[in-house]
């Protein structure tokens, strides 16, 4: 029927399921979600880390030479982003 409360809470659809298709019916689906979602993340990851390295433009490339760090902090693409504030930038 449209419109309809099948469970009352999360404990009701835990007991209702366990009671219908015992304790193996809370991980109905789960091995067929881990097949499709491991070789996308394989894909993913490698792609990501192919492209980064390609599509990212490297300071010794462009032939500067590279910045030494006096504080600590990121560079991204030779530009430096502090994070952290040594004691002597904090006073």
């Given amino acids: 029927q449209k419109g309809t409360v099948?469970?009352?809470?999360?404990?009701?659809?835990?007991?209702?399921?366990?009671?219908?298709?015992?304790?193996?019916?809370?991980?109905?689906?789960?091995?067929l979600n881990t097949v499709r979602t491991i070789p996308q993340c394989i894909v993913t990851f490698t792609l990501y880390e192919l492209?980064?390295?390609?599509l990212t433009?490297?300071?010794?490339?462009?032939?500067?030479?590279?910045?030494?760090?006096?504080?600590p902090g990121l560079h991204?693409?030779?530009t430096k982003h502090v994070l952290a504030y040594t004691r002597t930038e904090s006073r």
Avoid: C, M, N
């Avoid at 469970?7 to 091995?31: C, H, P, S």
């Avoid at 492209?51 to 390609?54: E, F, G, R, T, V």
């Fill in 6 to 31: 099948h469970y009352t809470g999360i404990f009701d659809v835990l007991r209702k399921t366990i009671r219908a298709d015992g304790v193996r019916g809370l991980w109905q689906g789960f091995a």
């Fill in 51 to 54: 492209l980064s390295k390609h």
């Fill in 57 to 71: 433009p490297s300071v010794e490339a462009a032939g500067k030479p590279q910045e030494k760090r006096s504080s």
């Fill in 76 to 78: 991204v693409r030779g």
